[in-house]
């Protein structure tokens, strides 16, 4: 497992993250099977947000009651947690008092003392970034938070709440896959004015504004199309994709599901990959991925192979 920094916070990462998403209804047995296959995979960095699953906070909840961790075994692995959403709504709430009180449900849930990455769960239209520093500061003074982070933000978006937040802005977890890869291919095809892809959708090179400030890009959903509705690997709607996968599995001798995830783990930017299955096998399997180094062709070939244009 290759391990990467975490934006400036000093610490260093695993480029495979297990996220946490869809453990709810698992039993403790279950949960205890993917959190040994991640670990034995050199997974130690774990993604939560406190909407997931059935209801507020229970994903977390359900993590921690069905492994126990002692302190000792909670010091050895990185718990991230998100907030910001509030589902019923739906709607955006950044304000102190909504992070601060989602932040203390999350510890109790998660049976622990500190967060070590609190992210904001997608962009609040209505975000006033004083509110958002001073429930920073709080957490951070307090230690029930030791990094801050963004999901789904623009450059600009980050910029506002830079202007009040002393804290660096440590990750940002955006949505990523071969087959969904707008924050890359857009500045493929830029100037191109025939070309969709060259359409600016995230404000404007994030990825690189992500790299000149040092924060890093976490990939949600690496498996997502956007033909047909779920992943696209052995999708009949990808069919040039997996033709180009399937060969560079055989080539690499490793499991496509790891082609895929190698994909995004050789962009220079340094990314986490952040896996939703709850399948001990598949995250073996992806997590092969962290180490494979495609080549600059290979990794062309697949941008073309997922129809997007490579001039």
């Not at 718990?79 to 102190?96: C, M, N």
């Not at 520093?133 to 951070?140: C, M, V």
């Not at 404007?204 to 498996?223: H, M």
Request: glycine letters at 8%.
């Amino acid at each position: 497992m290759r391990n990467v920094p975490l934006g400036s916070s000093g610490l260093t990462v695993p480029n495979v993250v297990a996220g946490m998403m869809r453990i709810d209804d698992m039993s403790d047995a279950d949960v205890r099977s993917l959190y040994e296959a991640a670990r034995h995979a050199g997974i130690d960095f774990f993604d939560h947000a406190d909407i997931y699953a059935r209801s507020l906070h229970s994903a977390e909840r359900r993590f921690a009651e069905a492994l126990g961790l002692s302190a000792s075994e909670r010091g050895e692995i990185r718990l991230q947690t998100k907030a910001g959403i509030v589902r019923e709504g739906p709607y955006f709430d950044f304000s102190y008092e909504h992070l601060v009180s989602s932040v203390e449900e999350s510890l109790r849930a998660l049976h622990t003392d500190y967060i070590d990455v609190l992210l904001l769960h997608r962009p609040d239209a209505l975000v006033e970034p004083a509110e958002v520093a001073r429930a920073f500061d709080h957490l951070e003074s307090t230690g029930k938070v030791r990094a801050f982070g963004v999901s789904n933000h623009t450059p600009r978006q980050i910029d506002l709440l830079r202007t009040a937040v002393r804290q660096p802005l440590v990750a940002n977890q955006v949505q990523l896959s071969i087959a969904h890869a707008p924050i890359l291919t857009q500045g493929l095809a830029a100037n191109m004015e025939s070309a969709a892809q060259s359409a600016v959708l995230d404000g404007g090179g994030l990825v690189e504004y992500c790299r000149i400030a040092g924060i890093t890009l976490q990939a949600w959903s690496p498996l997502q199309g956007t033909r047909g509705g779920g992943t696209f690997l052995a999708n009949p709607e990808y069919p040039e994709l997996n033709a180009v996968i399937d060969e560079l599995a055989q080539k690499y001798d490793v499991p496509p599901l790891a082609i895929a995830v190698a994909w995004i783990t050789r962009h220079p930017a340094d990314m986490q990959v952040v896996l939703g299955t709850t399948n001990p096998g598949r995250l073996t399997d992806a997590a092969v991925g962290s180490d494979l180094r495609l080549t600059r062709a290979e990794w062309y070939a697949l941008v073309r192979a997922a129809g997007y244009l490579v001039p």
